[in-house]
């Protein structure tokens, strides 16, 4: 494994594509960013803001427009393509298809900048390569044709290919689309395994950001009032994740360390009882836009015990045997 001592910076970048009869179109603009060796950075920011531009910009794929990247304190400009795919692998989202490419052969592509003038795989080569399978938990793929793969398993060698590429910096877009809850977090923990044991700088963006907010280092965040990089916890202190959408409907609570959808209140209800059965009536009643509220003034008392809930409302009483009934009857007009 090679040393990682790579810094990436961005400095003052601007990035975008050239348009039709030559007007710049500029997509994200005064972007300083960096990542240090060991981190794992999370790039989130709503559809369509740039971050895809500037992760294959990163990687070397597109031309920018000012600013600069610097890697090591080395303008990426200066550094040729042959030398950048020994820093960086690139890991996209986009479905494989070609026909009888095995899984194997996927991994193996990730040696090209080893490779003779050929492409023939040495001993050392086919070891890197069953060794980045073994990693990503695919032993006994190898043969299986990447078209008749999951696209959990699909991920999981595209990431196989980026370790055979044996790079200190893994640069992924959005490596968790796609995926179940389960997958997105095995694929988050192995890339945390990379980033804490082997040192290899991660950088990825995601839309999945409860997962980030919890398992990133550090999140580089892209908002059209500004951009932000720094602890996920500071992002929150600071605000920033209430800056990410142009929606005034979604905001984020930062107790809960979640994302809402905000609603018109249908009525007031106090709320009593303990432990997971007021919690997740709580959640309940804000998923169907009831305010919840500790003062006296309420339109209904909701008592949630261990296997039962009563609502009061204007001296009537009635017991329910699930959070399901007690909403189906709040729920129904009166
Ligand atoms: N080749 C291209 N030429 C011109 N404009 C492009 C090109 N590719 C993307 N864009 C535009 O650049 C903007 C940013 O796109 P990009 O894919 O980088 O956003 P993103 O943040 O990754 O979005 P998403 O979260 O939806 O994947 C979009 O408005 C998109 O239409």
Not at 189 to 205: D, E, P, R, Y
Request: proline content about 4%.
């Amino acid at each position: 494994m090679k040393k990682n001592n790579f810094n990436i910076e961005l400095q003052q970048l601007s990035v975008g594509y050239e348009q039709p009869g030559g007007n710049p179109l500029e997509i994200l603009k005064a972007i300083n960013f960096s990542a240090t060796p060991g981190e794992m950075v999370a790039l989130i920011g709503s559809n369509g803001i740039g971050k895809s531009t500037l992760l294959r910009t990163l990687a070397g794929f597109q031309p920018w427009f000012s600013g600069n990247i610097q890697i090591s304190g080395r303008n990426l400009k200066n550094i040729n393509s042959k030398e950048v795919a020994r820093i960086m692998s690139f890991v996209s989202t986009e479905n494989v298809r070609v026909p009888n490419l095995s899984v194997f052969d996927l991994v193996a592509y990730g040696r090209f900048p080893y490779t003779n003038w050929i492409g023939m795989l040495s001993e050392l080569d086919k070891s890197v390569v069953d060794e980045a399978i073994k990693n990503v938990g695919l032993q006994g793929f190898e043969n299986r044709p990447v078209m008749q793969i999951s696209d959990g398993e699909r991920q999981r060698a595209m990431i196989a290919r980026a370790l055979a590429q044996d790079t200190p910096v893994i640069i992924l877009d959005e490596p968790t689309a796609y995926l179940d809850v389960s997958n997105k977090y095995e694929i988050f923990h192995l890339l945390q395994v990379l980033a804490n044991k082997k040192k290899k700088t991660i950088i990825l963006s995601t839309h999945d950001l409860n997962i980030a907010l919890r398992e990133v280092d550090k999140l580089w965040i892209a908002t059209d009032c500004g951009n932000y990089q720094g602890a996920p916890e500071d992002a929150v202190l600071q605000g920033w994740l209430n800056q990410l959408f142009k929606n005034d409907h979604v905001g984020f609570d930062a107790d809960e360390g979640e994302f809402f959808f905000k609603k018109e209140f249908k009525a007031k209800v106090k709320v009593e009882g303990g432990g997971l059965p007021l919690t997740w009536t709580l959640r309940a009643l804000n998923r169907k836009g009831y305010q919840i509220v500790m003062q006296a003034e309420h339109d209904y008392r909701v008592v949630a015990k261990e296997n039962s809930w009563e609502l009061i409302s204007k001296g009537n009483q009635k017991t329910f045997g699930s959070v399901y009934e007690l909403m189906a009857f709040l729920e129904t007009p009166k």
